[in-house]
């Protein structure tokens, strides 16, 4: 059974800092997602990666795929408090389920 | 604009009775899914469905029935044999971006249940 793990849960970070949040999962995908959540709203997607290797920006985010590794990264530049959320990862098992990870819910504090 | 519609916002039930959670998307994707998320916590599957008149169990079907009648609409009963049903429920869709890769999730405002 495919399990995704996250880390840190918590993250409480200074504006203008650096951060990054591990996604890690324990069978072979190679399709990664990951998904922003604001407080009692639904999830929008961020970020689509489908190979090894494979690197995303959006503005102070940057999020990134190893497969081999069976870890992918979602990188924080310079954080602002608009993007305090809870942040998920997600894995295509192959088998038409997404399994996500626990999220992590991020505060920038100015 | 294309998206996905859940009714209502906020459900309020007393224990004992069953639920119609109200799902319709009108972005022509084949799949749909039903999510339970719980106060800080990730989100688990309940059903899922990939094409009319079919759906499959998720990790946490029990006390919960599903039915895909139309492509636009994936309605979820939650049941009085559902133990703890106070939850926060997202319903999801997809499409494939090839031959095997599907898009990101599309996800509707969600459901917020109280059961008491």
């Known amino acids: 059974e495919l399990k995704v793990e996250q880390n840190p849960l918590f993250l409480s970070m200074q504006e203008g800092k650096n951060y990054t949040i591990y996604c890690n999962y324990s069978?072979?995908?190679?399709?990664l997602y990951w998904y922003r959540q604001d407080p009692g709203k639904s999830l929008e997607s961020l970020f689509v990666?489908?190979?090894?290797?494979a690197v995303k920006q959006e503005g102070r985010l940057m999020a990134s795929l190893d497969t081999k590794a069976r870890l992918s990264t979602l990188h924080i530049t310079a954080a602002v408090h608009d993007l305090s959320a809870t942040y998920f990862c997600a894995v295509d098992d192959n088998n038409n389920d997404m399994r996500f990870g626990a999220g992590t819910r991020l505060t920038v504090k100015p | 604009d294309g998206g996905i519609t859940q009714s209502p916002k906020y459900l309020f039930r007393k224990e004992g009775q069953n639920v119609t959670l109200s799902c319709e998307q009108n972005?022509?994707?084949?799949?749909m899914y039903w999510y339970r998320q719980d106060p800080g916590q990730g989100l688990r599957l309940i059903y899922y469905s990939q094409i009319v008149n079919d759906f499959q169990k998720g990790d946490i079907a029990e006390g919960y029935s599903v039915s895909r009648e139309k492509k636009e609409s994936f309605p979820l009963t939650v049941t009085s044999a559902q133990k703890n049903p106070t939850a926060f429920y997202l319903c999801a869709s997809s499409t494939r971006l090839g031959t095997a890769v599907r898009s990101p999730l599309h996800f509707g405002n969600g459901t917020r249940l109280t059961v008491t």
């Open positions: 069978t072979t995908s190679d399709r």
């Open positions: 990666l489908l190979s090894n290797g």
């Open positions: 972005l022509n994707h084949d799949a």
